[in-house]
């Protein structure tokens, strides 16, 4: 970028900010028209900032900034609206979906859907929805919204709808076919379990384990070898029972 460009009073989340010399902080905010930014927050960390209290997660902002290249400066910075009220579980499920916004995510690509599901998340979380079945959904509709999306409409080989006692093999380039054989039958899934995710009916154990199992390793597939610090402990939120 060898423009100056100058956004003002745009909606946005922080989703991360770290220290940055003596006195300002680096901090990553997703929004609706220009996708995560990163811009220096200067002399937010001073005691007498403003800007400080406001640069938190989970707080629905209003931000302005100019920038010629990749990191901005920030300008103004105002409260949108109250804080997301989030505890226990919620706030930890919100984190991670920080972390996974963080980590799929590419500065500068604007992308409306992401920042609409990942505000939508929040609201859930915060009315304290079940914490597994809305981080599973919020999982498909993030990969879809970044063009990951999964195929879970027809087996992929043979064009056929999904049979709800059909055992399906998944495939993550094409999609789910049916099991040839018995020894690819434990990996596999139930056709109810595939139609459970995508009609968003994740109502019973078993539905919801199963697409944790398939997300997750949907989700490796695009973060690669650096695991998520946050997704241990929402493992246990999930172990703990299916109802949270």
């Not at 300002?24 to 960390?45: C, F, H, K, M």
């Not at 290249?69 to 009220?85: K, W």
């Not at 879809?144 to 709800?164: F, I, K, N």
Request: glycine letters at 10%; aromatic letters at 8%; one cysteine or more.
């Amino acid at each position: 970028m060898s423009e100056r460009e100058e956004v003002l009073l745009q909606p946005g989340f922080v989703l991360h900010h770290r220290p940055f010399r003596n006195t300002s902080q680096l901090v990553d905010i997703i929004t609706p028209e220009y996708g995560r930014i990163g811009v220096v927050a200067q002399g937010s960390r001073r005691p007498q900032s403003g800007s400080r209290a406001l640069l938190q997660p989970f707080a629905p902002l209003r931000v302005s900034w100019v920038r010629r290249s990749e990191l901005g400066r920030l300008t103004q910075i105002e409260a949108a609206a109250p804080p997301f009220e989030l505890r226990g579980d919620g706030l930890m499920g919100a984190f991670y979906v920080n972390e996974l916004v963080l980590r799929l995510s590419v500065r500068g690509d604007p992308n409306s859907e992401v920042y609409s599901c990942y505000s939508a998340c929040l609201a859930r979380l915060a009315d304290q929805v079940s914490v597994a079945r809305t981080l599973r959904f919020f999982e498909l509709s993030l990969l879809r919204a970044l063009g990951y999306g999964l195929e879970l409409e027809c087996d992929a080989r043979t064009g056929e709808p999904l049979r709800p006692d059909g055992r399906y093999v998944f495939e993550y380039d094409s999609g789910p076919r049916i099991a040839a054989s018995v020894g690819e039958e434990p990996g596999a899934y139930w056709g109810r379990e595939l139609i459970a995710l995508r009609s968003g009916q994740l109502d019973d154990r078993d539905s919801l384990r199963a697409a944790r199992r398939l997300l997750g390793r949907a989700l490796d597939v695009y973060l690669g070898d650096r695991p998520l610090k946050s997704r241990a402990v929402l493992k246990e939120i999930v172990e703990r029972g299916f109802e949270r």
